[in-house]
T-cell receptor, first 113, second 113 residues
Framework: DVKVTQSSRYLVKRTGEKVFLECVQD?????MFWYRQDPGLGLRLIYF???????EKGDIPEGYSVSREKKERFSLILESASTNQTSMYLC????????????FGPGTRLLVL | GNSVTQMEGPVTLSEEAFLTINCTYTATGYPSLFWYVQYPGEGLQLLLK?????DKGSNKGFEATYRKETTSFHLEKGSVQVSDSAVYFC????????????FGTGTQLKVEL
């Protein structure tokens, strides 16, 4: 059974803290993605990775960085959290190939105070 | 660039009513089209997809037909149930968009007894 897991369902952090969101997939997928979901804006792509140690900016990368040291794990890093980064964060993974289905994790709801 | 436009919600229906959620798109190349569903407290799940013009995707009683002439992929279901209450996202993936998914803003569906 396909599985994408995220390290926390809910997280509360303070402004200026460094925040790590972890995502793990057990399907040996090459491609992994981080999105944020906000009411009225849908899902917006932050960063994605086509393979280990590879990363590319999505549509809204400012204020975020990522790390992919192992194929199964893709980390999103907020270097200095700000209140406008309060959001739902969704990780996804997909096998390489145009027709492949993208699988999502359950999401992490982050509140920055 | 690529974009997806969905009807705004929430859509509130009585059980057994007919459902239509409109989706239109703008894309380079020949996109694949998707509907994802997000149940309360969960991540997104693929509901159905269509990869070329006139294809019909279907799953769990939901259907959507890829209409290239009207650039649309409207979601329909003949008789909704309370358990269909969720947020529905239309999305596209185009080779011209780097194989990334572009999402609409989502439409919340509420089904009442």
């Amino acid at each position: 059974d396909v599985k994408v897991t995220q390290s926390s369902r809910y997280l509360v952090k303070r402004t200026g803290e460094k925040v790590f969101l972890e995502c793990v997939q057990d399907m040996d997928h090459e491609n992994m993605f981080w999105y944020r979901q906000d009411p009225g804006l849908g899902l917006r792509l932050i960063y994605f990775s086509y393979d280990v140690k590879m990363k590319e900016k999505g549509d809204i990368p400012e204020g975020y960085s990522v790390s992919r040291e192992k194929k199964e794990r893709f980390s999103l890093i907020l270097e200095s959290a700000s209140t406008n980064q309060t959001s739902m964060y969704l990780c996804a993974s997909r096998q390489a190939g145009v027709m492949e289905t993208q699988y999502f994790g359950p999401g992490t709801r982050l509140l920055v105070l | 660039g690529n974009s997806v436009t969905q009807m705004e919600g929430p859509v509130t229906l009585s059980e057994e009513a007919f459902l239509t959620i409109n989706c239109t798109y703008t894309a380079t190349g020949y996109p694949s089209l998707f509907w994802y569903v997000q149940y309360p407290g969960e991540g997104l799940q693929l509901l159905l997809k269509a990869t070329k013009a006139d294809d019909k995707g279907s799953n769990k009683g939901f259907e959507a037909t890829y209409r290239k002439e009207t650039t649309s992929f409207h979601l329909e279901k003949g008789s909704v149930q309370v358990s269909d209450s969720a947020v529905y996202f239309c999305a596209l993936r185009s080779t011209g968009g780097g194989n990334k998914l572009t999402f609409g803003t989502g439409t919340q569906l509420k089904v009442e007894l």
